[in-house]
């Protein structure tokens, strides 16, 4: 009964999130590539659960995602996907920033 009661404990703490600003940037890394179609990056990070603005002005396409935090508020991952300089339609660079999260 005691293992039960501790399970039951720990499985709410098990969905914390917490920053890993590496494990993003590796994350990111796998799902998105320089070179490859942008329309093709844009369906990869939304079905990561990012919301990507989609504006057809500029060179960068802005995708974020919120992750909540057990008692300390949201954190909000930034990914800039950068078109490349040769082709509006190809993914350039790749640049993860720095998570913010909430003060509460």
């Not at 500029?58 to 919120?66: F, H, K, P, Q």
Request: net charge positive.
């Amino acid at each position: 009964m005691r293992k039960l009661w501790m399970l039951a404990l720990a499985l709410p703490l098990a969905g914390c999130y917490t920053v890993n600003q590496a494990g993003l940037g590796n994350f990111i890394t796998q799902t998105v590539q320089p070179g490859m179609p942008l329309d093709q990056a844009l369906v990869r990070m939304r079905a990561e659960g990012f919301y990507c603005n989609t504006s057809t002005a500029g060179t960068v396409t802005i995708c974020t995602r919120n992750q909540e935090r057990l008692l300390r508020g949201s954190c909000v991952e930034r990914v800039d996907l950068v078109r490349s300089a040769t082709s509006a339609q190809t993914l350039g660079t790749i640049d993860v920033m720095e998570t913010r999260c909430a003060k509460l």
